[in-house]
């Protein structure tokens, strides 16, 4: 059994622990509801823009709109996000792992120079800059002052990339944030435009009448509507972050208050079996004396 002086210093280490976690828990609640508040409010227009994006890129099938057509697939690129620090359960390893399935699974038939990785996030960064992959580029400051200013300049580099058949194919590796507690890591094809499957079946397709002219509206339209998705995205993972931390944070200082109460336990039964020894060892020093 430890001694009562390793016991009162762990006591003391977790509690020290617990003070921490719970900080960092109402940290990343504070931070939390403003990242909640910009995607929430990000969502609806994001979500009418897809739908004008689909409409257009499937009324429109000419060679122009080089966003919306489907070609051969020999070079991809993968967008990873993850976040700039840990302390947030597997939402980094999440990301993580359904990137590298994609790599060796999905386009396991393609060269491995063929496949690029640009990762947006420290923790993705470190790891596939270590691991072998095609890892292209880092863009871990993006979190620091998130904005579509900050982000445009590469979504624009992506678009460029696309539209010149360096990829065929652009795919976005993120986590979606739900509620605090819930967040799903997706795999979402940001380019070529993808038609939804419901849309597909029905055919169902709204016309469009274009002033001044089609070719002049699309060709600035799709791009700024992709850029928006973009940055959606990242929107998206940087609330799934604080509330993936908040949730770690939460479980840690639960953790915590349970091992205190595990600890007090064993203190309380080592107190009581010195107390004892203590008495015992009198009892028989006056039993000693008596029969002396």
Do not use: W
Not at 109 to 116: A, D, G, M, R, S
């Amino acid at each position: 059994m430890p001694s009562l002086k390793e016991v009162r210093t762990r006591i003391s280490s977790v509690k020290s622990t617990q003070q921490i976690t719970s900080a960092m828990k109402m940290v990343a609640a504070s931070k939390l509801r403003r990242a909640q508040m910009a995607i929430v409010n990000m969502r609806p227009y994001a979500k009418k823009l897809n739908e004008i994006l689909q409409n257009v890129s499937s009324n429109d099938q000419s060679e122009e709109n080089t966003f919306g057509i489907e070609r051969p697939v020999n070079r991809v690129l993968l967008v990873s996000i993850t976040s700039n620090r840990g302390l947030c359960g597997a939402f980094n390893a999440n990301v993580i792992k359904k990137t590298r399935l994609l790599v060796e699974d999905e386009f396991k038939n393609l060269p491995k120079e063929n496949v690029e990785i640009i990762t947006i996030g420290k923790k993705a960064s470190e790891f596939f800059s270590k691991k072998g992959f095609n890892h292209i580029g880092s863009y871990d400051r993006f979190f620091d002052h998130l904005s579509f200013e900050v982000i445009q300049p590469l979504a624009e580099e992506i678009l460029e990339k696309f539209s010149k058949k360096q990829y065929d194919k652009v795919i976005i590796v993120y986590n979606q944030f739900k509620n605090a507690a819930t967040q799903y890591t997706v795999a979402e094809q940001l380019l070529p435009i993808s038609q939804k499957p419901d849309q597909a079946k029905t055919g169902a397709k709204t016309s469009y009448l274009f002033e001044p002219s089609k070719e002049e509206i699309l060709s600035s339209l799709i791009p700024s509507i992709l850029r928006v998705q973009f940055y959606k995205t990242l929107l998206d993972s940087f609330a799934s972050e604080h509330g993936a931390r908040m949730t770690a944070m939460q479980q840690a200082t639960d953790n915590a208050q349970e091992m205190l109460r595990n600890l007090k336990l064993k203190y309380n039964k080592a107190r009581q079996a010195a107390i004892t020894g203590e008495i015992l060892e009198i009892v028989g020093g006056a039993e000693a004396l008596k029969n002396a």
